[in-house]
C-alpha cells in the first residue's frame, strides 16, 4: 500500500517563503510524474507544478517564476518551493504521484490528504 504524505504547510505573511514536501512510501515502481495541485474554497483545483522522472518541470502561470519544485527519486519525494507567497495562494495544497509498472503496463495514481497553506497579514 502506498501512502503519500504532505508536510511543511502553515500560516505566512505576504512575501514570505514556505517548502512543502510530500514522501511516498510503499512499493513504488517508477515515479514517472509528480504534482502538485491545490484547491481553494469555491475554486477549481489547480494543478500547480509538476516533476517528469527525467526532471522537466512545468508550471502554471500564478506560480511560475516564484515557485519550484524537486524531487529526490532515491527517497520518493518531491518538494515546492514557494516564494513570494500571495494571499491568493491559499489553498489546500495535494500532491500526486503517476506511478508506472513496466512489467505489466500498469498505471497507479496516488493522492495524499493535503497541507494547508494560508498567506495572510
Known amino acids: 500500500q502506498v501512502q503519500l504524505v504532505e508536510s511543511g504547510g502553515g500560516l505566512v505573511q505576504p512575501g514570505g517563503s514556505l517548502r512543502l514536501s510530500c514522501a511516498a512510501s510503499g512499493i513504488i515502481f517508477s515515479p514517472i510524474v509528480m504534482e502538485w495541485y491545490r484547491q481553494a474554497p469555491g475554486k477549481e483545483g489547480e494543478l500547480v507544478a509538476n516533476?517528469?522522472?527525467?526532471?522537466?518541470?512545468d508550471y502554471s502561470n500564478s506560480v511560475r517564476g516564484r515557485f519550484a519544485i524537486s524531487r529526490d527519486n532515491a527517497k520518493n519525494t518531491v518538494f515546492l518551493e514557494m516564494n513570494s507567497l500571495k494571499p491568493e495562494d491559499t489553498a489546500l495544497y495535494y500532491c500526486?504521484?503517476?506511478?508506472?509498472?513496466?512489467?505489466?503496463?500498469?498505471?497507479?495514481?496516488?493522492w495524499g490528504q493535503g497541507t494547508q497553506v494560508t498567506v495572510s497579514s
Open positions: 500526486h504521484v503517476k506511478d508506472y509498472y513496466s512489467a505489466l503496463d500498469l498505471t497507479f495514481h496516488y
Open positions: 516533476i517528469t522522472g527525467a526532471g522537466t518541470t
